[in-house]
């Protein structure tokens, strides 16, 4: 055989032997590809799995301490309700001492009590709606921080979960 059909059928067989090799090797990458692939949708499921566990958690959390600012704004309450009937109580009592019941001034004192009281009231209020507002936007942010995980976690595991449908957030939701 002359030595350029001998090189020549020498470059056909290292050519195919490259191809098969290259098959082999290029197969063996797409596995291991695969593999790692696996490897993270688990972690990333099992990621999201702790995730949804603490939105759970959370969600306990702010309901736990919406019951504590309910419990505390009856109590505040209730000690204005009964200050103020001491108060009521003892102003009566003067004024029927003093023989000014029924006066102007007695009046006076009586009508100045009841808007103390009522302004008292009105504060109160006011600053328990201001704390279930702020109970509510800290419960917001928690779960939107869980979400952003949860979104960047969904491009390896493949799932779509949504925290914030689940516990119905999406407008200015009040606990």
Do not use: C
């Not at 702010?62 to 009937?85: C, S, V």
């Not at 001492?97 to 109160?124: C, F, K, P």
């Not at 704390?131 to 869980?146: G, K, P, T, V």
Request: aromatic share 6%.
């Amino acid at each position: 055989m002359p030595i350029p059909v001998a090189l020549a059928t020498a470059s056909a067989a290292v050519g195919i032997a490259q191809g098969v090799a290259g098959f082999f090797t290029s197969f063996s990458a797409r596995k291991r590809r695969r593999a790692e692939a696996q490897r993270r949708k688990t972690a990333a499921i099992k990621s999201e799995n702790l995730l949804l566990g603490t939105a759970k958690n959370v969600e306990q959390d702010i309901t736990k301490q919406g019951a504590f600012l309910n419990q505390a704004y009856g109590m505040q309450q209730k000690e204005g309700r009964q200050a103020f009937g001491i108060q009521m109580d003892q102003s009566m009592s003067a004024q029927g001492l003093t023989g000014l019941a029924g006066s102007g001034s007695a009046i006076q004192a009586t009508d100045y009590l009841q808007n103390q009281y009522a302004s008292s009231q009105e504060q109160s209020a006011l600053q328990f709606d201001e704390n279930r507002y702020q109970l509510a936007q800290q419960r917001e942010s928690r779960m939107r921080d869980i979400q952003g995980s949860l979104i960047e976690l969904s491009s390896y595991s493949g799932n779509n979960l949504n925290v914030l449908s689940t516990y119905g957030i999406g407008g200015s939701n009040v606990v």
